[in-house]
């Protein structure tokens, strides 16, 4: 089974950087012919909405959004992912999920909190 562990989040300006990872255990093998993103939950309760996903091939695709500030890249050596978050918005604050679908099964991780500050 893989696990996937989420770094990275936290407080910034408006207009400021993070960079959030995603690092995956566990089974990684299970990950070589599937896409991997990140989704995120701006109010709790509401449903997670998807940010960002890339395949195994690095084929990108992006929020209406976040698109031309966000960046989700992807190391399959070290079975890692990335989301680098530029020019941050207050409406960016939420909760940020990895996910990846194995076997059908919706795995995703602990999800890291982002909070841009006006």
């Known amino acids: 089974q893989v696990q996937l562990v989420e770094s990275g989040g936290g407080l910034v300006q408006a207009g400021g950087s993070l960079i959030l990872s995603c690092a995956a255990s566990g089974r990684t093998s299970d990950l070589n012919a599937v896409a991997i993103g990140w989704h995120r939950r701006q109010v709790p309760g509401t449903p997670r909405e998807p940010v960002a996903?890339?395949?195994?091939?690095?084929?990108?695709n992006y929020a209406d959004s976040v698109k031309g500030r966000f960046t989700i890249s992807r190391d399959n050596d070290k079975n890692t992912i990335y989301l680098q978050m530029n020019n941050l918005k207050p409406e960016d604050t939420g909760v940020y999920y990895c996910?990846?679908?194995?076997?059908?099964?919706?795995?995703w991780g602990q999800g890291p909190q982002v909070t841009v500050s006006s």
């Open positions: 996903i890339i395949s195994r091939s690095g084929v990108t």
């Open positions: 996910n990846t679908v194995v076997g059908g099964q919706p795995i």
